[in-house]
């Protein structure tokens, strides 16, 4: 039994991010499946550990930690090598400003609209909202060119060594690849490319990889 249970399921993003950042420190955890499809996320038992009905909740300590930046941070102070969180204040901003802008804007378009109608809805053998994944598009092109700035010139999203964000993105954007909209965007933007390339090459991304997923990434 290790001192990190993990609650969630291997189809989120969040949860995978997490994941990755153990396997990254090296560190091992317990998982306790609670998938969202299922709407597990909002039964009294989970709600005791996320009250707003997410995954992941980390119990640790006896004490419950959400919230994915919180998680990280905990991990980071825990357990500080390999850091993923830079020492240096501009490089430390730049990753925090990253967090907020996929937290706040790329998650949004990326899964809740373009993975959302194109992948997760197939799965369930709901209908595709065509109109949704229309007016997402323009955005995630946006997103994307916005990515490209720093990874134009450089292999991770920050300044130095591969850093938290990293592991933040990678997952959506595994979802984005799912879709051939996506891959399609991708094409006309190198340095995101040469960063997905890198990032899906870590074991940390590989042994992650939720199950009915394992033949497309
Ligand atoms: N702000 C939360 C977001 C977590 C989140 O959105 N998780 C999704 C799965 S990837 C979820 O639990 N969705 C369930 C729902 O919205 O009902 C975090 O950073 O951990």
Known sequence: MSDFVLYGFDGSTYVRTVRMLFLEKGVTYDQVPVDVLKGETHS????????????????T????????DAIAEFLEGHFPSPALVPRQLDDRVDMRQWAAVINNYYYQTMIGELAWQRVINPL???????IVIAAALPKVRHQ??????????????????????DFLLAPI???????PEGREIMADFPGV????????QRESFERTIPERFRTSG
């Not at 369930?124 to 065509?130: A, F, G, K, S, Y």
């Open 44 to 59: 009294p038992e989970h709600l005791r550990r996320h009250p707003f009905g997410k995954v992941p909740a980390l119990e």
């Open 61 to 68: 300590g006896g004490r419950i930690l959400y919230e994915t």
């Open 124 to 130: 369930l053998q709901r209908p595709v909202d065509e």
């Open 144 to 165: 994307f060119s916005l990515l490209e700035q720093p990874l134009a010139t450089r292999t991770w999203l920050v300044a130095g060594p591969v850093s938290y964000v």
């Open 173 to 179: 954007m595994a979802y984005v690849m799912m879709t």
């Open 193 to 200: 490319q040469r960063w997905w390339d890198n990032i899906r």
